[in-house]
């Protein structure tokens, strides 16, 4: 069965999972979250998201520190507290 939680305006969703892998819906991007020994969560970034200051600012940070080439699902290096922190922040500023 898949759990979601869903924010305000549907810029992202932060999926839990207990059996399948989901699909992901249309106008999304997967992205996967998590630092050292935490156990990474999935989210689905709404591709307007990508169009946000703040978040690509977000992700050239991590682009520095990790590097561009990455194969597979994009991997945000970040707790996940603070990562959903981030993206309420910049969802009630997009409000």
Request: a positive charge.
């Amino acid at each position: 069965m898949l759990r979601q939680l869903w924010r305000k305006r549907g810029y992202y969703r932060q999926v839990r999972r207990e059996k399948g892998e989901g699909v992901v819906p249309k106008g999304y991007v997967p992205v996967m979250v998590g630092r050292g020994e935490e156990e990474g969560a999935k989210f689905f970034i709404h591709i307007d998201m990508f169009k946000n200051d703040y978040f690509v600012s977000l992700l050239e940070m991590i682009a520095v520190e990790v590097g561009y080439e990455n194969p597979g699902i994009l991997r945000i290096p970040c707790h996940t507290q603070c990562f959903t922190h981030i993206l309420n922040q910049i969802s009630r500023i997009n409000t």
